[in-house]
């Protein structure tokens, strides 16, 4: 063997070792904050913060039981005018989106994925909290509905566009009108793929704060009335992170970890659903 | 792209009635982002026309005395991002590039599900993460050889209290990683086999393929890739303003408080006592989404021209 071609190997080897050492460089940080969460979290957690609603400063003990519900409540509300908004437009993008204007709405949908949440929070305020002059469960849910929208419309027609051709030809060739066809053989089809695509749309709101502070804004009491403030985890972690008490913290890393096992157990959903037909991808 | 349902006009009312509100749905979409843009501009007006540009490069922000300009928010804000890309961008590619080109197969997949579960941390925990365990590293670990070092330059002059602009930068790094390497990874799997089939075919070796013809046919993709990930530390709210410090200042030092503009929004709005406190703030809104937009828009033609159309990212999320 050459000189050269000694050199080039021992390149080769020395840069895999470089990306190899980066991978898990980037690993590192990761494994450290889960590592944390349940340490820190896991000795915070009993009954009584499932349960319970927050104490006053200062005393011991309240859960967060508040928050839970009211995560659910805004979630719900999120989803009842997000799912079909950004289903139907994925449906548009897979079944009729070759054309200009499927283009352009591809394009928004990528472009509002990558708008800042707050953002999409002060424009929620003007709408829906600025009007009527306070604060609202409703505004923090149609808030998170906007951040919905553009990534349940690309995983849709993704998943729509997986549905092999002929299965449309069957059926019209059966006699089903297109409408039929789109709903009754190829939605029907990719609903698997659907369905995951609204669980990770799900597992990533789930966690928002920043579009939730102007529009939901927190509450220390059970309220389960969508016209008025409500509490989610996520405005509580950030509320008792940046507390000075001891008390604050042990609950902000409890809660933190309630709010990671929800959002990973939706996202573990998501991938289980569709565990066989997108199982390779 | 494959037909999908043959697009022409047709009497059957079902049909109509269908695309219809299909088209409808679909049509919120840019009719939202329009709504956005709309919004924030009438909502900022009154700020806009009376600081005019000079908001953006005027450095004092005092409610009192009704002046505002977003020079320091813009500076943390590219500053903050910017460190986080010079941190995260060789360690998202390095996990990128060993995931698909050098990784043992049956790693893959796993590995591919935890990069995509870490992408659905939230902000806040991130936030939690930093203040009770980053910044305090950061004060034993990272600071003391960092000033022995860099001491006598301007970047790392002061006092190190733990919120300022290295830990910003740091937990953007730590965050944004995961994002830049899914969408690298998806990259580099739509680069054909035959690319490095060819390579290896000449007699290169495993890095020489990767080095010169696998990352070149990439290459606008993985610029997108990292623009993307640019664009999502630009906004990010939570994790910074946890850690940053928000304080409106312009230092050169990263181990002084900084601020952001997400930051600033998140802190200020529901304080904000007078209209033009209020139309400032919307002022800083309307700048960080026109600047996330256009950043979002070039990353994505970028991606679009490797991975056609396909919606590169969208695990990613």
């Not at chain 1, 849709?156 to 089903?176: C, D, I, K, Q, W």
């Not at chain 2, 009770?132 to 790392?156: E, S």
Request: glycine content about 10%.
């Amino acid at each position: 063997m050459t000189a050269r071609a000694i050199r080039r190997r021992a390149k080769s080897a020395v840069m895999t070792g470089l990306v190899v050492g980066l991978a898990l460089l980037a690993v590192l940080p990761l494994l450290l904050i889960f590592g944390d969460l349940i340490h820190k979290g896991a000795t915070s957690i009993d009954w009584n913060f499932f349960v319970k609603s927050p104490v006053p400063a200062g005393e011991t003990g309240g859960g967060v039981a508040n928050a839970i519900v009211g995560t659910g409540i805004i979630v719900a509300l999120a989803c009842l005018a997000g799912i079909p908004i950004g289903v139907g437009s994925g449906l548009f993008l897979a079944e009729y989106g070759n054309g200009r204007l499927g283009w352009l709405v591809r394009f928004v949908a990528d472009v509002m994925n990558g708008t800042p949440s707050i953002v999409v929070g002060i424009f929620a305020w003007t709408l829906l909290v600025r009007p009527v002059g306070h604060f609202s469960a409703l505004a923090g849910g149609a808030a998170l509905a906007i951040l919905m929208i553009p990534m349940l419309a690309r995983t849709t027609e993704e998943m729509v566009r997986l549905v092999p051709n002929s299965l449309r030809e069957a059926a019209l060739a059966l006699g089903y009108p297109r409408w039929r066809t789109s709903l009754a053989v190829v939605a029907r089809t990719a609903m698997g793929g659907i369905v995951t695509g609204a669980l990770v749309a799900v597992a990533r709101i789930a966690g928002e704060t920043a579009p939730l502070l102007f529009t939901a804004l927190g509450n220390l009491n059970f309220s389960t009335a969508v016209g008025h403030p409500m509490q989610t985890l996520s405005l509580q972690i950030y509320v008792y992170a940046t507390g000075p008490f001891d008390e604050w913290h042990r609950l902000a890393w409890a809660a933190a970890l309630v709010l990671m096992g929800l959002v990973l157990f939706v996202a573990i959903a998501a991938r289980w659903v569709t565990r066989e037909r997108y199982g390779v991808r | 792209m494959r037909p999908a349902l043959v697009r022409h006009h047709t009497k059957n009312l079902g049909d109509r009635a269908y695309a219809g509100v299909l088209t409808g749905l679909a049509l919120l979409l840019p009719l939202l982002m329009l709504a956005v843009a709309g919004q924030l501009t009438v909502s900022a007006w009154p700020a806009l026309k009376r600081f005019g540009p000079a908001f953006l490069w005027t450095s004092t922000w005092d409610p009192v005395a009704e002046v505002y300009g977003a020079a320091p928010m813009i500076f943390g804000t590219v500053v903050s991002s910017l460190l986080g890309l010079l941190i995260a961008v060789p360690l998202a590619l390095g996990a990128a590039i060993f995931l698909t080109e050098f990784a043992p197969r049956w790693l893959r997949q796993p590995a591919g599900f935890l990069v995509e579960l870490l992408a659905a941390v939230p902000s806040v925990v991130y936030g939690l993460w930093g203040v009770f365990v980053l910044i305090p590293l950061l004060r034993t670990v990272a600071v003391p050889p960092l000033k022995a070092l860099f001491g006598w330059t301007p970047f790392f002059s002061g006092v190190f209290y733990g919120n300022s602009m290295l830990a910003g930068g740091v937990i953007l790094a730590i965050m944004i990683v995961p994002y830049i390497a899914a969408v690298s990874r998806e990259v580099l799997l739509a680069v054909p086999a035959s690319q490095r089939e060819a390579a290896m075919g000449l007699g290169a070796t495993r890095w020489e393929a990767v080095w010169t013809a696998v990352l070149p046919y990439g290459r606008s993709g993985i610029i997108g890739a990292i623009m993307l990930g640019f664009g999502r530390a630009l906004g990010e709210t939570m994790a910074v303003t946890l850690v940053i410090g928000n304080r409106h200042d312009l230092s050169a030092s990263l181990l002084q408080p900084a601020y952001t503009m997400a930051a600033a929004l998140a802190n200020e709005f529901t304080e904000a006592t007078t209209q033009m406190y209020l139309s400032a703030l919307f002022a800083v809104g309307l700048v960080l989404f026109v600047v996330t937009v256009v950043i979002n828009a070039l990353a994505r033609l970028l991606v679009w021209r490797v991975a056609r159309g396909t919606a590169v990212g969208s695990k990613a999320l």
